[in-house]
Every structure is written in C-alpha cells, then in structure tokens.
C-alpha cells in the first residue's frame, strides 16, 4: 500500500514538480508537472496542484488495478480475466467513461455466451463462429423503420463486439497466459463488415485548422473539461485510425524507437 504524503508537490528553478515515488510500483518517479500543450513545467502553483492531483488518480487506479491482478486467483478463466482486463484498461487508458463502458457491455455478452468458467485457451475458432452468429440475432434496441418489429446489431456493431474480445485475447497474449497467435478472433476468417461508405476526407488546410482550434481549446468548465482533447484530435488526424482504435491505444501500443503506433 503507498504511503501518503503530506505535500508533494515542490519548485525547482521557479517551476513545479511532484515526487510521485511512493507509487513506484506503477510507474511513479519525480516529475515535472507540465500542462497539455505545454513544453515545461508550469510555475503556476493551483495549475501544479491540478495536474499532481490528476496524476495522483492515475497512479491510484493503477494502484488498485494492480493489487486486484495479485489477488486474483485465476485468470485463465474468461470471467476472471474480463475483470482484470477492465480493471487495466480503466486504470491506464484516457478514454471516456461512455467507451469503457461500451467494451464491459461487449464483454459481457461474450461471458454470457461462452461462461464465466471457460478456460481462455479452449475458446477456439469455432466457438467465435458460432458466437458471431448469436451477435446476429440480438436486438439493438431500436425499432424498425417500419415500425414492426426491433432491429438487430448491425454488422459493424457486431464488428466491435469482436474487437473488445480480440483486444482481450492481445492481452491475454501479452501477459503469457496465451502463447503467441492464440487469438481465435485473428484466425476467424469470416467476420461481419458494416456497409461502405464514402470517406468524407478533410483538406490539408482544413485539417490544420481542426488541430490549431483542438490546441487553443479551453473549456468553458472545468467539471466538463476534455484535458486530452489536442492530442486526441492530433492522433486522430495524422494516424487515420478510427475514434474507436484511437480511444483504445495503449501505452504498449505505441514505440518512440520505430516511431508507430499500433491499433
């Protein structure tokens, strides 16, 4: 368990810093507190208390995410690892509450169909076959343009659905509980595809205006603040991926050394 601190942040050369040690375990060092879209740490002392206590509840979370993958007792169980997997991804991901939800909505319905108890590597390529013919026949909620009957998901929905259960088996994979190439939803040939639309492609001028206005933002309120909105809009822009790929980046997603960033 961290210590508390009774004070953490302190000035350096006229500019704040936060000692974030006690938290080692889940990345914490010395830092400096520097505002987004900023180069160096600010000398503003609310704003550095702002950003420590951001990060404070980063590293909290990441505190608890870790402690619950210690005390978990199996995690070759499918329910057992969808827990530890959210648990993660809430912990390190900046993406929105709405988003997170989403994936749990998405993993559910998978832990519905293939049991909590299933072992991870006896879920196989047939299994995931038959589980995207299951995401055909539920509902979505919504009526028919008609008005008789409700509309099933969609085949870009069901997409997605596959996507939170194949980033789950890239995990599994990463953390050795999988070996390599285990992924069913990889190996299944067949997966559903929405219908083609055509891209709205932005001109360079125009995305440059969208990155400068992203840069410059400054919300209205600080409750309903976006504080990764330049860099989100920013990789959005000069990646191509998808708002879904791009709010699922993780931070082993990306290498400096090569320069790419993987979805």
């Known amino acids: 368990m961290p210590r508390k601190r009774s004070s953490r942040i302190y000035l350096k050369r006229g500019r704040f810093y936060a000692d974030f040690r006690d ?8 830092e400096a507190l520097v505002a987004l879209g900023s180069r160096f740490a600010t000398q503003d002392r609310a704003e550095a208390e702002r950003l420590a206590n951001a990060q404070l509840q980063r590293y909290e979370r990441l505190s608890k995410a870790v402690g619950h993958v210690k005390g978990a007792r199996d995690l070759r169980r499918f329910g057992a690892y969808i827990e ?37 590597d006896k879920i196989s390529v047939s299994l995931v076959s038959d589980y995207v013919i299951h995401l055909a026949t539920l509902p979505n909620g919504r009526l028919l343009t008609n008005g008789k009957g409700v ?5 870009s929905t069901q997409r997605k659905y596959l996507n939170s259960l194949s980033n789950l088996f890239r995990r599994a994979i990463s953390e050795g509980f999988l070996p390599p190439g285990a992924n069913p939803v990889t190996a299944l040939l067949d997966k559903p ?12 001028d125009e995305a440059a205006l969208v990155l400068y206005a992203a840069r410059i933002y400054r919300p209205m309120r600080e409750d309903l603040a976006l504080r990764c909105v330049y860099a989100l809009v ?23 050394q090569r320069e790419t960033i993987t979805f």
Do not use: C
Request: no cysteine; proline share 4%; charged share 20%.
């Open 23 to 30: 938290y080692a375990d889940v990345g914490g060092s010395k």
């Open 84 to 120: 530890h997997h959210l648990a993660l991804k809430a912990a390190a991901s900046p993406a929105t509450n709405q988003w997170l939800e989403s994936v749990e909505v998405h993993l559910d319905t998978a832990k519905a169909f293939f049991g909590a108890g299933i072992l991870l």
């Open 151 to 155: 509309a099933m998901l969609s085949p």
């Open 193 to 204: 595809t929405g219908e083609p639309e055509e891209a709205d492609w932005l001109e360079a």
């Open 234 to 256: 920013a990789t959005l822009l000069l990646t191509g991926g998808r708002l879904a790929e791009v709010l699922g980046l993780e931070i082993g997603d990306v290498n400096f």
